[in-house]
Every structure is written in C-alpha cells, then in structure tokens.
C-alpha cells in the first residue's frame, strides 16, 4: 500500500511503525476474574513508576530541577495509599476493568482539587489528569514516552506538537509520518531541524497503518510504503544510499566559504530550538545563529521557567557558538503553540490574536525575566535580541522600554552584561514589510519571516490542507514584500536577514540573492544544499530571474 502525503523533510527513512494515538480510549465492561484485572492494574501501575522514575533521573541529570519536582510528586501520587485503595475496591467490589476504575477515581480526585482556591493544591489536578492518563494508557497498550521509542521507529501521528517532537530521540527514529500538517508545520520544521526524514499532511495514515507494519518514509517525494514488496525495499535502500552519498558530497562544501560566482559574499546561518543544537549548526559550517526559538523552556512543564534557568540555556548556546552571532528571540507563543499555564484563552483566530510581542507586553514580567536572562548571558558570546510578530513602531518601543528596565535593575544589581546588545525584529506581519522605512531608525537588524509573512499577505492558513494549494511563498505579492524590506534595511545601513522556511529551499536561492538578501539563516542540514546554489549563482542573472519571479517591472 501506497500513502501520498506531502513532504515534511528529506531522507530516505525505512522503519517499524508505532501509532501514537493521543485521544485517550476509556472502554469500560464488567470483569469476571477480578483477581486477574487488579494484577493488570499493578503491572500498569509498576510500569508507569519506572518511567516516571527514568523522567526523574533524565531531568535530574540535565538540571531541570522543576521538571524532577513534578516527576517527584508524580512518583508520591502513585503511591498514594487512599488512591491504590480506591482503584482496588472499584476492580473487587464493583467489577470494574481496570481502564475506567482508574479513571473513575481519578475524576473524583481531579474535580476535587479542581475546586480548591489554593493554587498550588488546584495545579495537583494536572498532575492527577497526567498519572490516571499514563497508567491507562500502559494498561490499553498505547503509546506514552516518545523519549522511550524502540530503535528504528516510524513515528505515526494524526498531528505532532512541538512539545511531543521535543521529546523525540533522534537516535531512535528514523521517519515521522502526519495525517496533518504543511511543509511548514512545527512538525515538518524539526523534523528537518533533527534531520528525520518526514511525510506530512497525509491524510489518513493513522488510520491505515497498524502497529509493527514495515514503513518507508520517502521524505523526497512524500510517499509513504506500507509493507513494501521485496523489490520495492531493495529499491528504497539503494536510493537511501545514494541519499547518504550525496549528504556526504555535500559535506564537503562545509568549510568552503559562501561567495557567488561573481565575488559576493552570503552568510549562511542555523535556526535552532535548543542549546545542545549549536554543535550540529557548526557541524553543518553555520556561520551564526540567526534564529534561537525559546520556546523550548517553556514546554513540558506547569510553571513559567526561572530566569536562572533561562540564563544557563542562552549562556550555553552562546559558549557553543564561539564568537558568532546568536539571536534570540523572545517568547512566541499562542496561534498553534499553546501553554496551558499561561493562560492563554481558546480564540477563534489564533494566529490574529494574543500570541507573541503582544502576549510579552500585556506579560512584562514574563518579557522582562527572559530580557535579564539574555542580557547576562551575553557576556559569554555575541547575542542579539529579536522580537517576534511586530506590527507596529509602539509595540517596538514599548518592548525597548522593558528592554532598558531590566537593563537598569542589572546595573543596581552589579550584574555585568553586553551593554551594546543589538536590537532586531521579526518581519512577518505585512504591516511591517509595508512601514519598514518607519521600523529602521529603532532597529539595528530585520528578519523576515516567510512563513507567516506568506499566510498573512495570501490569507492563507498553512496548516489547511484544503486551501494548501494557495499558500505560495514565490507568490509576487511576497517577494515584492520581501524586497521591500531588503531595499529599506540597505538604505538605513540595517542587516536584513531571512529566518522563514524559505531561507533553507535552495530552489528558491536563486530569486532570493537576486533581491538582495545576503544573510540567510535556516535548519541547520539546509545549509550545504544552499551553499551549492550560492557557489554557482551569478548576480547579475539571479537579478534578472528574481525580476520576473516577483513581475517588477
């Protein structure tokens, strides 16, 4: 059987599928042998202390000290006396399998401290919710740690969210596979990111694939080969080795610098997600860090990070990156990323609403505590700050503002930090684009992001799959955009970078050098494949291409 789905990454990746069903399935029927179902209770229950506990250690080990605590309590609920008695007697007396006493229980439990007015105690809900979940879904047999996968897996997914591509170990998976999702999805993002091949925005696949089926993800092509015939599978493993060799080609342009054919020079720099990610940006010859997603920080857990921790991470990737640029940007959550504990409320246009800049600056605590973080870490490299989704002057202003107040706390405090930090925005908003000759005299740089830049200039949602065929970052009404703000950052003396996906599609390297763009910054393992283009490209004729891509006159 054959699935076509869009391609999420590239890669050949050939595998044993594992079926993530997130919807929790709760059957409930009376049991005979009551005996028989308490022990299916207790070996659940033994299974989901040994991977709490192995949550624990890793957390433990990385110095994530909020991410132990909560395993911590998570281990004392589990053996909680009142709770195991509960579950035990529903199963004895009532007859009840084990799925719906555990639930049952735990409902009782949840809607109990649901109900408090104590804060810490009505976070314990959540907790709750989490445990009843883990030892239900050990019981039905579905999966739980994706940190936990066996080796040579095919991840099968309706959608994957951040916080679940996040736990991923790359070691271990060699291909994702979403009924969901765009070339520009989260998923689709780091799955290039952690260089796994994927197919996304299939369909159906959840639905089609079973357990233990042998998967051939073609991220290339995006197809998907369930249970292929033996001919089939010589032909993918032969064109999985041509794939290696040709990475492995690449691999030598890796120290070659980037300079066109007629002498230009361009910077190629990592979008990354994570501080461990510098070494592979550097593996990959990145020449800077042009986007830090935060966010990461944020995910897999209740409570907002501490400015302590905030600052180990960013200091980290600074460390790493040895003197080259690292731009962070600031907290861009809401639209598809959503933190339960942040209290972000369910809108009807997310990606229109309260997410990003806007969230930060009704949330200054929140923007200030990352701003300190990033101000003291910044004299352990060279890093830069980036404020996502700007609109408007006013939302700059008032996000240097918090800027220079924490500025100003660290200066009473004695703490030493890069007093010329350089300020920048993400270019994603059309507004933006349009007033950019207004946005540079409070800027030292500009990135532009594609992604968004195209859904909010086309009106194209990225992640439907039924108006996909609309969202078009080549459209003209883009690049004239995009040239808009490269023309406006050359007349201020302002670097003009690119973060968007586009910046990593060497198809499109061509146009983009033609309107000008000489920083690029995309997932790391793009970084050869654009090299290559950037090698052969004569300015004169990419000028004259990207003229008639964006139909300028």
């Excluded at 492995?248 to 980037?258: M, N, R």
């Amino acid at each position: 059987m054959t699935l076509k789905g869009i391609p999420g990454a590239p890669g050949i990746g050939i595998g044993t599928a594992q079926v993530l069903k997130k919807e929790l399935d709760i059957p409930r029927f009376a049991v005979e042998d009551s005996k028989e179902e308490l022990d299916r209770f207790y070996r659940a229950l033994d299974q989901s202390k040994q991977q709490v506990s192995q949550l624990l250690e890793r957390a433990s080990k990385n110095g994530n000290k909020d991410v132990a605590d909560i395993m911590q309590a998570h281990l004392m609920m589990l053996d909680d006396p009142e709770f195991l008695a509960k579950v035990k007697e529903s199963i004895e007396n009532e007859k009840l399998n084990a799925e719906f006493a555990v639930w049952s229980v735990g409902q009782e439990y949840i809607q109990f401290f649901e109900q408090m007015t104590d804060e810490y105690l009505k976070a314990r809900a959540a907790d709750l919710k989490d445990i009843t979940e883990r030892i239900i879904r050990n019981l039905t047999g579905t999966l739980l740690d994706l940190s936990q996968l066996p080796q040579n897996t095919v991840l099968v997914a309706r959608d994957l969210a951040p916080s679940d591509t996040a736990q991923i170990d790359r070691e271990h998976v060699v291909g994702l596979v979403t009924d969901e999702g765009g070339p520009t999805s989260h998923v689709a993002i780091m799955a290039r990111s952690f260089q796994i091949p994927a197919v996304v925005g299939t369909k159906n696949a959840t639905g089609e694939i079973k357990n233990g089926d042998l998967l051939v993800v073609d991220g290339n092509e995006g197809i998907v080969e369930v249970n292929p015939a033996e001919d089939s599978l010589k032909n993918y493993e032969q064109k999985q080795l041509q794939w290696k060799k040709e990475q492995s080609d690449l691999g030598e342009l890796i120290t070659v610098p980037s300079v066109t054919k007629d002498g230009a020079q361009v910077k190629l720099e990592a979008n990354i997600g994570r501080p461990e990610e510098v070494e592979i940006a550097l593996k990959f010859g990145a020449e800077g860090v042009g986007l830090f997603r935060t966010e990461f920080l944020f995910m897999d857990r209740n409570t907002l990070p501490s400015e302590e921790e905030q600052f180990e991470a960013y200091k980290k990737a600074l460390e790493g990156m040895r003197g080259q640029v690292v731009t962070i940007r600031t907290l861009d959550i809401g639209g598809d990323k959503d933190l339960p504990y942040l209290g972000l409320q369910r809108e009807n246009n997310p990606f229109l609403g309260w997410r990003a800049i806007r969230y930060c600056l009704d949330r200054r605590d929140v923007l200030k505590t990352q701003l300190r973080a990033i101000l003291r870490a910044s004299v352990y490299g060279k890093a830069a700050v980036m404020f996502p989704m700007i609109s408007s002057v006013e939302e700059v202003v008032k996000a240097k503002e918090v800027l220079e107040e924490a500025k100003a706390e660290l200066r009473e405090e004695g703490q030493p930090f890069d007093e010329h930090v350089k300020v920048g925005i993400m270019v994603e908003i059309p507004s933006a684009a349009v007033a950019a000759d207004l946005l540079a005299p409070e800027v030292d740089f500009f990135s532009i992001g594609t992604n968004d830049l195209t859904q909010y200039t086309l009106a194209v949602d990225r992640d439907n799959e039924k108006v996909r065929e609309y969202y078009n970052p080549l459209h003209p009404a883009v690049l004239r955009l995009i040239k808009r703000v490269i023309d406006v950052g050359n007349a201020f003396g302002k670097e003009v970078a690119m973060c968007g996906e586009l910046a990593g599609d060497d198809k499109a390297t061509e146009i983009l050098l033609g309107l000008g763009l000489q920083v690029f910054s995309m997932t790391p393992s793009s970084i050869p494949r654009v090299k290559k283009v950037v090698l052969s490209t004569n300015n004169e004729e990419a000028q004259a291409i990207a003229k008639k891509a964006a139909a300028l006159a």
